[in-house]
């Protein structure tokens, strides 16, 4: 190993640039701290994203290999970002809420995990959230929607995909709203409004996505604090009593290892990283890694099972317009979760805006048409096409879980591996969701349906926060049990899954972390 590089000390030092890391450093600066990121990944500015596919590809995980297990693999490449703004630069901007039931599963269902928190915690940073990244939505329309401020926005347009699925949903007596995003429906706060082309996932450079480039990064660094990018953070330090923090060590491009130290290190890497950090921080004090005597570090790893339904119509469907994320929203079935041979609450994510080719691809919707067939399908698919999308809730299991391979990457350090399975009921709520949705298309007159296999969405767990140190690894502000000022952000410290895009409640958290470390400091 090379000499260690030793650093400057920082008051606060945070690892990962993305959503919650972003937020935590705005605030942080704006309270007089002395703050320094580092992030794993390259720069990225907004001047460097182009709406394309291959674009948008290299916003997701270029790090280390992470080793994929079970029936239900997690797709780490996919949900997972690297470089400047983190996952957040390439995700959809489907903000909503947890509900209330999210909440109580082992108490009320005698499943998986509470949340030492409820929805009562959480719905002013949720309502400050959005006032400050801008929300667009109708929130009367979203009848399932807990208690809590309007949206500062009206809701985005509805085109003509979105328009012609609504029915179905209409002929079964099933509601649907405009689906909240944090993309601009109008100018918000110096930031443009969307132009509906669909290219989300490519970073938006136009800024009327709220990413971590154009909300909190901006305020952090002009509060001066300090990033360091192609930094991969490899352990945690702590003093001679095993309680603090006392920095980091990371790696350079360059293979050059560097330790850095602070008051106060907040863990905000991706929920893979976390863990795989935390794991590899072994030492006489925390022999089977830091913050880990209860042994659930890694453990409660969860994803969304999603599945596509899909249809051609004989309307124009115009499927390249909108937002990547949808058009419109269903939460019916979302209240009920104990559904016998089912388990858990799902929503549908309706008419997402959709390119000819890759992940939600129209040919790619198709992969049993190719050669000569295809060009036919395609012509007709590119005006006629339409698709939504199931998110299921995954059920909390401790054997779903984090730990090290004896595989290393570039610098030595032992890769992540992960291992996740959906149980039988978990299946089963997947199974009979997407019936229903296919039920839907018939009713808006598809001539033709068919569905995509189940795929993990979104990355939970792994760092799980709750009341007794035994049963978790962080409390309800993130601050890890086994130490004084070391604190996790992320979606990693969710207890359960809900079935929501997780990004609005990474937000809503962070800002519940930076202001009780703030006080604490």
Same mark, same amino acid.
């Given at each position: ?9 920082? *008051? ?46 290299? +916003? ?9 297990? @079970?029936?239900?693999?997690?797709? !780490?490449?996919?949900?997972? @970002? ?21 909440? !109580? ?8 995990? *509470?949340?030492?928190? &409820? ?10 959230? #959005? ?29 003509? #995909? ?9 002929? $079964? ?11 601009? =429906? ?6 443009? =409004? ?12 136009? @800024?009327?996505?709220? &990413? ?46 560097? #330790? ?7 863990? =905000? ?10 794991? !590899? ?19 409660? +790893? ?30 019916? *079935? ?39 067939? $295809? ?11 339409? #698709? ?11 054997? &779903? ?13 032992? +890769? ?20 229903? @949705? ?20 979104? $990355? ?23 130490? *004084? ?37």
């Amino acid at each position: 190993m090379e000499s260690i590089s030793l650093e400057d000390k920082f *008051d606060v030092l945070i690892v990962g640039s993305g959503a919650a890391g972003s937020l935590i450093a705005a605030r942080a600066v704006q309270a007089g701290k002395t703050v320094l990121i580092l992030e794993a990944g390259p720069e990225r500015k907004l001047s460097d994203l182009e709406s394309s596919q291959i674009s948008a590809r290299k +916003l997701k995980w270029g790090g280390a290999d992470v080793e994929e297990s @079970g029936n239900h693999k997690i797709g !780490n490449s996919f949900n997972s @970002g690297y470089g400047t703004g983190g996952s957040a630069l390439h995700h959809y901007a489907v903000w909503l809420r947890l509900h209330e039931n999210d909440f !109580n599963l082992a108490s009320e269902h005698g499943v998986g995990l *509470d949340w030492p928190i &409820n929805y009562k915690d959480l719905m002013p940073y949720y309502d400050r959230i #959005q006032a400050e990244a801008g929300i667009s939505g109708d929130a009367e329309a979203e009848k399932w929607r807990p208690e809590g401020d309007a949206y500062p926005m009206p809701a985005l347009p509805v085109f003509a #995909q979105g328009q012609v699925i609504k029915k179905g949903f209409n002929k $079964l007596g099933m509601a649907v709203s405009p689906l909240p995003l944090a993309i601009n =429906s109008q100018p918000y706060k110096g930031r443009s =409004s969307c132009l509906y082309d669909g290219w989300c996932d490519a970073g938006c450079p136009i @800024g009327a996505l709220a &990413n971590p480039l154009v909300t909190y990064l901006p305020q952090a660094v002009a509060g001066g604090a300090s990033i360091r990018h192609n930094s991969t953070v490899s352990r945690v330090l702590h003093d001679a009593s095993g309680r603090k923090a006392t920095g980091v060590e990371y790696f350079d491009a360059e293979g050059a290892v560097h #330790q850095v130290l602070a008051e106060q290190v907040v863990l =905000s890497a991706f929920a893979v990283q976390n863990a795989r950090i935390l794991l !590899n921080s072994k030492s006489a004090k925390h022999p089977a890694g830091m913050a880990n005597s209860s042994d659930k570090v890694g453990r409660y +790893l969860m994803t969304h099972p999603a599945q596509l339904v899909l249809g051609l119509f004989d309307q124009q469907t115009d499927c390249h317009l909108g937002a990547t994320g949808g058009q419109l929203l269903c939460q019916d *079935d979302y209240a009920n979760k104990d559904k016998g041979d089912a388990f858990g609450s799902y929503q549908w994510l309706i008419a997402n805006a959709t390119k000819p080719n890759d992940l939600l691809g129209i040919a790619s919707g198709r992969a049993d048409i190719y050669g000569a067939a $295809l060009d036919p399908f395609m012509l007709k698919a590119a005006k006629h096409f339409g #698709q939504m999308n199931f998110v299921g809730e995954d059920t909390p299991l401790a054997d &779903n879980r984090i730990t090290l391979s004896e595989r290393k990457d570039q610098f030595g350090l032992p +890769l992540a591996a992960t291992h996740h399975s959906i149980n039988d009921r978990t299946r089963a709520l997947v199974t009979e969701g997407v019936k229903k @949705g296919v039920e839907v298309f018939k009713a808006a007159g598809a001539t033709e349906t068919w569905t995509g296999p189940t795929v993990a969405m979104h $990355l939970m767990g792994g760092t799980v926060m709750g009341t007794d140190a035994k049963e978790s690894v962080c409390d309800q502000y993130g601050r890890c049990h086994d130490m *004084d000022n070391l604190y996790i952000a992320g979606p990693g410290v969710f207890p359960s899954s809900g079935a929501v895009n997780p990004t609005f409640t990474v937000h809503a958290l962070a800002l519940r972390t930076v202001e009780k470390m703030l006080a604490a400091s």
